[in-house]
């Protein structure tokens, strides 16, 4: 949960600081209004992921944690991430898709995780066991 924001941050932090150096048009890209927005939504995200992933670990230093609580937060935080690296990579451009920016790298990483993981699927079946009450996988 914890890495996967951290992931997420330094993509949101090297699109920043290339939206800031890039030049088109005679001004930063991050003038742009939709490059603005995205480093918005980013920055939006990160906060929530950080918010969440804060709340869990109080409620395991407290004993109380549930197994849906770990789910909503893994699930939420990965997919977030995800977003937020994809997004990143769009404002550092063609230069996203090379080894020199890291978004990219983040965001299959952060595949591999949603898949190895198995966090969509699972962790959404956990959730919505606890939602309904209705178990909707084993016998």
């Known amino acids: 949960m914890w890495g996967a924001m951290g992931a997420a ?9 290339y939206a800031l150096e890039r030049r088109a048009f005679g001004r930063p890209i991050a003038s742009f209004q939709l490059t603005q927005q995205k480093l918005v939504d980013m920055v939006l995200e990160l906060q929530k992921g950080v918010l969440i992933a804060l709340q869990t670990g ?3 230093d ?10 909503f937060g893994a699930l939420d935080n990965v997919r977030e991430a995800t977003t937020i690296c994809r ?53």
């Open 58 to 60: 109080r409620l395991k």
């Open 62 to 71: 407290a004993g109380t944690l549930r197994p849906e609580q770990i789910s």
């Open 87 to 139: 997004s990143a990579r769009t404002i550092v451009g063609g230069n996203g898709i090379t080894l020199e920016h890291s978004p990219m790298r983040h965001a299959e990483n952060l595949e591999s995780v949603r898949t190895y993981e198995g966090t969509d699927e699972v962790h959404t079946l956990i959730m919505g066991r606890a939602i309904t009450g209705l178990p909707a996988f084993g016998g």
């Open 9 to 17: 941050r330094d993509a949101y932090e090297v699109a920043l600081r």
